[in-house]
């Protein structure tokens, strides 16, 4: 199993619809999670960090799931700049050097 | 104000010849990160660093070598070495690895 997966997608949704994403851990240790969006042909820019107890951000959710060990991130209301490849991130377990673990990506594409 | 940069932006190399690609920080943060990009592909670890002179092989260490002699400098070395450089050069840097990572906005490299 892979240490963080994601649906590679591309999910094409229209305008307005809202979408979710999941990603995978296989690290039941893992410490911190974080979501970021990459714009094609630019750096990963952090969206949101994923609290325990769930966080929202505008129309942004993300929620963990330590029992199934995934985290979600929740679009609401889509935008056509919401287009993008978000990454999902995982950072290593307290204690020793071990390093963060970035997910492929799930692509998003947002239709008029 | 505070960030990473990443020099150059385009950079073009000729086969056999070495080449450095620069990383400066001005946020203060302790852990430094190179990672390669290729097109449609997720990052992938060369190395990181948690702490000034000292640093680990990621992923893909394999013809890269590095240097953090400096809090501020994570200097990336492509080498000779490596067959196949052409790809999306990403540095990136954390107050600690639990914590959020900030990216530079990349170098592109190129074989002549």
């Known amino acids: 199993r892979k240490e963080v997966e994601q649906d590679p997608g591309p999910f094409n949704v229209p305008e307005g619809a809202t979408v979710a994403f999941n990603c995978t851990y296989s690290?039941?240790?893992?410490?911190?999670f974080f979501w970021y969006r990459q714009d094609c042909r630019k750096e990963p820019k952090l969206l949101m960090s994923?609290?325990?107890s769930g966080n929202e951000d505008g129309r942004f959710t993300a929620q963990l799931n330590r029992a199934s060990q995934y985290i979600s991130l929740l679009i609401r209301d889509s935008k056509l700049s919401d287009s993008a490849t978000y990454l999902c991130v995982v950072n290593p377990t307290s204690g020793g050097y071990q390093k963060v673990t970035f997910g492929t990506g799930t692509k998003l594409q947002v239709i008029p | 104000d505070g960030g990473i940069t990443q020099s150059p932006k385009y950079l073009f190399r000729k086969e056999g010849q070495n080449v450095t690609l620069s990383c400066e920080q001005n946020l203060n943060h302790d852990a430094m990160y190179w990672y390669r990009q290729d097109p449609g592909q997720g990052l992938r670890l060369i190395y990181y660093?948690?702490?000034?002179?000292?640093?680990q092989k990621g992923d893909i260490a394999e013809g890269y070598s590095v240097s953090r002699e400096k809090k501020e400098s994570f200097p990336l070395t492509v080498t000779s070495a490596q067959k196949n450089p052409t790809a999306f050069y990403l540095c990136?840097?954390?107050?600690?690895?639990?914590?959020?990572?900030?990216f530079g906005d990349g170098t592109r490299l190129s074989i002549l």
């Open positions: 990136a840097s954390s107050i600690d690895p639990y914590q959020p990572q900030h």
């Open positions: 690290n039941s240790a893992s410490q911190s």
């Open positions: 994923v609290y325990s």
């Open positions: 660093s948690q702490i000034v002179n000292d640093f």
